[in-house]
C-alpha cells in the first residue's frame, strides 16, 4: 500500500519556540523595518522562509560530529573526513574548505579571470555575477527559453541553452576562461538541469578547450529531479547520479550551507594543479590555511556528514515533495507562480498576481510585506528591487518580479506547509486591496538588502 501524507524522515529531539503576534505588533514591526523584510528581528517571524542558506536544522550524527572537531591549526582530522566526503561525491584532486560559497567564488575567479573574459551560466547566482564583475569580466546568463516563461512546464528548466553556449564560444576565443551551471538554477526559479544537459555543456566547453565548473550548492536536489524525471535514472542512487554530474566538470564552487545541510561552510575544488595551487595562495590571503579555510574544525566535521545525509533518498523525496505539494495547493487558489516547483523553493509570479500594481511600485517587494503583515510569513522578494537599478543609474523592471519562499532544510513540518497554503489563499482573497510602495533610502549597491521603503499609497492593504 502506497500512502500518501508527507511525513517528515526525522522526529525531533530538539524544539526550537516561534513565536505568534498580532497584525498589530507586525504592523509596527515592518514599519519600524522600514518595511524591507531584510531589516526584521528574526523573533518577529513566525515562519521564516527568507533563505534556504545556513538556515536548516543538523542531524543528531552532526551534533555528535562537531564533538570530534580537530581545531588543529594545520593537517587537522576534520580536513581529512572533510576532503574524503568532498572527495567521494565530487571526485575532484584539490578540495578547499572556505567559509562560504561566496569565498569559493572570490577565490575561483580571482585566480583565473582577467578584465573582458566572459564566464557562461544557466543564471549566476547575485554573489557570483558580482564576483565575476568585481575582476572586470561579464557574467552571461544563457538558460534555454523556457525559464523565463513562468507557466510552461519543463521538467529541466535550469538547462543551458546550448546553441547559444556554443556561439559564445566561438565568437570569443581566448576569453571564455570557464563556463559554469549553477544546479539547481535558484536565480532561476530553483530548477534543475538535466544529466544529458550538463554532459553537452561540458563537451561543447571542453572542444574549445574551457574548463567546467558547477556551482553546486544544491546538487542533491538536483539529483533527486535528475533520479525522478529524466529517463534512466530511476534506478540509480542519488549518491550515483551526483556523482556522474561532478565527472563531466573540472571543478565546482559549494556553498556548504544549502546541501551541506550545515549552518556555515563552503568549497571551492578542481582538478588543475596549477589553478590550484594558485587559488591554495589566495585561499592563504583571505580565508585561512587551506586545511581549515576559514571554518573551526567543528564545522568540517558537520559539513562531511552534511553532505551525505543530503544524498539521503527518504530525506530528499520528503523536501522535494512537500514544496511540490505547497505548489499544487496555491495551483488550487489560483496562486501564480513557477511551474513546476523548485527544489528549495516556491517563486511566486507576482507581477502576474498583482496586475495592478506598476512595475515601479514594486509588485514583488508589496506582495511580500503583505505575506508579513498578514501571516507573520517573511519571503524574500527577486525582481525589480533586487535587479532593477542598471550601471548608468537608471531604472528598469526586472525580467520578472518574484517572490521566493525558501525553506530551510529539515526545520518546518507538515503543518508549517499547510498553514503556508492557507495564508496565501488569504493573500489571493484580498489581493486586489495590495498596494504597492516607494523606496525612501537607497543604498548605491545590493540595495535590497539595506534599502527602506512606504506604502505609496496609505497603506500596503487597502480598505476592504
Ligand atoms: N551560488 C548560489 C546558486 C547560491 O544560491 C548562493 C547563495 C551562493 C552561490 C553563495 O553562497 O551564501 O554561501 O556565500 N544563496 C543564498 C540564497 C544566499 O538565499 O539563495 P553563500
Known amino acids: 500500500m502506497q500512502f500518501n501524507a508527507i511525513i517528515e524522515p526525522f522526529r525531533v529531539k530538539t524544539v526550537e519556540p516561534i513565536r505568534h503576534t498580532t ?20 523573533e518577529d517571524v513566525l515562519i521564516d522562509l527568507l533563505t534556504d542558506s545556513g538556515t536548516g536544522a543538523m542531524s543528531s550524527r552532526q551534533w555528535a560530529g562537531m564533538m570530534l572537531g580537530d581545531e588543529s591549526y594545520a593537517g587537522a582530522r576534520s580536513f581529512y573526513k572533510f576532503e574524503a566526503a568532498v572527495k567521494k561525491i565530487t571526485g575532484f584532486k584539490h578540495v578547499m574548505p572556505t567559509h562560504q560559497g561566496r569565498a569559493a567564488e572570490r577565490i575561483l575567479f580571482g585566480s583565473a579571470l582577467k578584465p573582458g573574459d566572459i564566464v557562461p551560466n544557466n543564471t549566476h547566482f547575485d554573489t557570483t555575477r558580482a564576483n565575476v564583475e568585481y575582476r572586470g569580466a561579464i557574467g552571461l546568463d544563457i538558460p534555454i527559453p523556457e525559464a523565463h516563461q513562468p507557466r510552461v512546464y519543463h521538467p529541466f528548466k535550469g538547462n543551458v541553452d546550448l546553441e547559444k553556449l556554443e556561439r559564445a564560444l566561438a565568437e570569443n576565443p581566448g576569453k571564455i576562461p570557464m563556463v559554469m551551471v549553477t544546479v539547481t538554477n535558484n536565480s532561476g526559479g530553483g530548477q534543475p538541469v538535466s544529466m544529458a544537459n550538463i554532459r553537452a555543456v561540458s563537451e561543447i566547453a571542453h572542444s574549445h578547450g574551457a574548463p567546467f565548473f558547477i556551482d553546486a550548492c544544491r546538487f542533491a536536489e538536483n539529483s533527486w529531479f535528475i533520479k525522478m524525471r529524466e529517463e534512466g535514472y530511476a534506478d540509480k542512487s542519488p549518491m550515483e547520479i551526483a556523482q556522474e554530474m561532478f565527472s563531466y566538470a573540472d571543478g565546482a564552487t559549494m556553498s556548504a550551507k544549502k546541501d551541506g545541510l550545515a549552518n556555515i561552510g563552503g568549497f571551492l575544488a578542481m582538478n588543475d594543479d596549477e589553478l590550484a595551487m594558485k587559488c591554495k595562495n589566495m585561499e592563504i590571503l583571505g580565508e585561512g590555511f587551506p586545511t581549515y579555510g576559514g571554518l573551526a574544525g567543528y564545522d568540517l566535521e558537520a559539513i562531511a556528514v552534511g553532505l551525505e545525509e543530503a544524498l539521503d533518498p527518504d530525506y530528499l523525496r520528503y523536501r522535494i515533495r512537500s514544496i511540490e505539494y505547497l505548489g499544487e495547493r496555491m495551483k488550487e487558489d489560483g496562486i501564480p507562480f513557477i511551474e513546476p ?4 523553493a516556491v517563486y511566486i509570479d507576482a507581477r502576474a498576481m498583482l496586475p495592478h500594481i506598476p512595475w515601479n511600485e514594486y509588485p514583488g517587494w508589496a506582495l511580500s510585506l503583505a505575506l508579513y503583515i498578514e501571516g507573520g510569513i517573511r519571503s524574500a522578494e527577486i525582481g525589480t528591487v533586487m535587479f532593477g537599478r542598471q550601471p548608468d543609474g537608471s531604472e528598469k523592471p526586472a525580467d ?8 530551510p532544510r529539515r526545520m518546518y513540518t507538515q503543518s508549517h506547509v499547510d498553514y503556508l497554503a492557507e495564508v496565501l489563499g488569504y493573500i489571493r482573497e484580498i489581493s486586489p486591496r495590495i498596494r504597492g510602495v516607494r523606496m525612501v533610502e537607497e543604498p548605491p549597491v545590493l540595495r535590497h538588502f539595506t534599502a527602506r521603503f512606504e506604502p505609496a499609497h496609505g497603506e500596503i492593504l487597502a480598505e476592504a
Do not use: C
Open 23 to 42: 497584525r498589530e505588533q507586525r504592523l509596527a514591526a515592518i514599519r519600524r523595518a522600514g518595511y524591507n523584510p531584510f531589516l526584521l528581528k528574526a
Open 341 to 344: 516547483t523548485g527544489g528549495h
Open 400 to 407: 520578472m518580479d518574484l517572490v521566493r519562499m525558501a525553506f
